[in-house]
């Protein structure tokens, strides 16, 4: 999942500008639930996909064998990406 968002991040997003970064945190809950959150700033103006691709849809498979989620928010300033999943 990681690879995945590191990799469209370097074709498209944050890090593909010399001023780009991510901000990558988690947190694993007492339930043992696992909180991902992927935040890109300083790349080019993004805009919300017209169509999922391929990448968005290998993230939600993965994650959705891990009896999770992950949602995507396409903010003009950068994307965030959210994972949840049980550990």
Same mark, same amino acid.
């Given at each position: 999942?990681?690879?995945?968002?590191?990799?469209?991040?370097?074709?498209? =997003?944050?890090?593909?500008?010399?001023?780009?970064?991510?901000? *990558?945190?988690?947190?694993?809950?007492? %339930?043992? &639930?696992?909180?991902?959150?992927?935040?890109?700033?300083?790349?080019?103006?993004?805009?919300?996909?017209?169509?999922?691709?391929? =990448?968005?849809?290998?993230?939600?498979?993965?994650?959705?064998? *891990?009896?999770?989620?992950?949602?995507? %928010?396409? &903010?003009?300033?950068?994307?965030?990406?959210?994972?949840?999943?049980?550990?």
């Amino acid at each position: 999942m990681l690879h995945e968002l590191a990799t469209n991040a370097a074709k498209y =997003g944050a890090l593909s500008a010399p001023e780009g970064r991510i901000d *990558l945190t988690w947190q694993r809950d007492t %339930d043992g &639930r696992l909180f991902i959150r992927w935040q890109e700033t300083g790349g080019p103006p993004v805009q919300p996909p017209s169509r999922r691709g391929f =990448g968005s849809r290998v993230i939600e498979q993965m994650v959705s064998q *891990l009896r999770g989620t992950a949602h995507f %928010d396409w &903010r003009s300033d950068g994307l965030i990406c959210e994972i949840t999943m049980q550990t």
